[in-house]
T-cell receptor, first 114, second 109 residues
Framework: KAGVTQTPRYLIKTRGQQVTLSCSPISGHRSVSWYQQTPGQGLQFLFEYFSETQRNKGNFPGRFSGRQFSNSRSEMNVSTLELGDSALYLC?????????????FGPGTRLTVT | KNEVEQSPQNLTAQEGEFITINCSYS?????LHWLQQHPGGGIVSLFM?????KKHGRLIATINIQEKHSSLHITASHPRDSAVYICAVAMDSNYQLIWGAGTKLIIKP
């Protein structure tokens, strides 16, 4: 079974731009969660999608949004990029929602905002 | 006070030593995850626990729900075990995943 894939792996953007990151879960997994990892804040939960619906949301501003498609693939969008958005963005898939199922992580997308 | 506390923050040991990493939490949880992150960013799920004990190879994870405490043990440690080990709890109130700061483990040959 193929693992979780994320595209692109690396991205450089300038302040004010917007960015879209993509995550393809493991086949059969219906839940996709997104996380931001920065050296100062560690790993932080962004949101979780299940069956095309956002089930949970972390404490991030409205500039961070996401969606999930009928094939369970998910996209995350960040608008009006700020320097502080530079981070490793990780997605994880699991069989069901609620984060009480084993999480399988993708390799991450490293976003640099200049 | 952080909702999830890990100790120690850093741990250096010799190959073959028995390693223990601790995780304490202060919220009600539905599950606790132990994950491993190697340099470069890749995260691998090691265990997901809601009670008792799990073993996988040289790794053992235990959880005490009453004491709100979990431990990750590594027996016969090896340099390839060098990584950051992260504890994360799934809160039963809002289903969010709260992460510990991680324990950086270095095993010297």
């Amino acid at each position: 079974k193929a693992g979780v894939t994320q595209t692109p792996r690396y991205l450089i953007k300038t302040r004010g731009q917007q960015v879209t990151l993509s995550c393809s879960p493991i086949s059969g997994h219906r839940s996709v969660s997104w996380y931001q990892q920065t050296p100062g804040q560690g790993l932080q939960f962004l949101f979780e999608y299940f069956s095309e619906t956002q089930r949970n949301k972390g404490n991030f501003p409205g500039r961070f949004s996401g969606r999930q498609f009928s094939n369970s693939r998910s996209e995350m969008n960040v608008s009006t990029l700020e320097l502080g958005d530079s981070a490793l963005y990780l997605c994880a898939s699991s069989l069901d929602w609620g984060l009480s199922y084993e999480q399988y992580f993708g390799p991450g997308t490293r976003l640099t905002v200049t | 006070k952080n909702e999830v506390e890990q100790s120690p923050q850093n741990l250096t040991a010799q190959e073959g030593e028995f390693i223990t990493i601790n995780c304490s939490y202060s919220v009600g949880i539905s599950a606790l995850h132990w994950l491993q992150q190697h340099p470069g960013g890749g995260i691998v799920s090691l265990f997901m626990l809601s009670s008792g004990k799990k073993k996988h190879g040289r790794l053992i994870a235990t959880i005490n729900i009453q004491e709100k405490h979990s431990s990750l043990h590594i027996t016969a440690s090896h340099p390839r075990d060098s990584a950051v080990y992260i504890c994360a709890v799934a809160m039963d109130s809002n289903y969010q995943l709260i992460w510990g700061a991680g324990t950086k483990l270095i095993i010297k040959p």
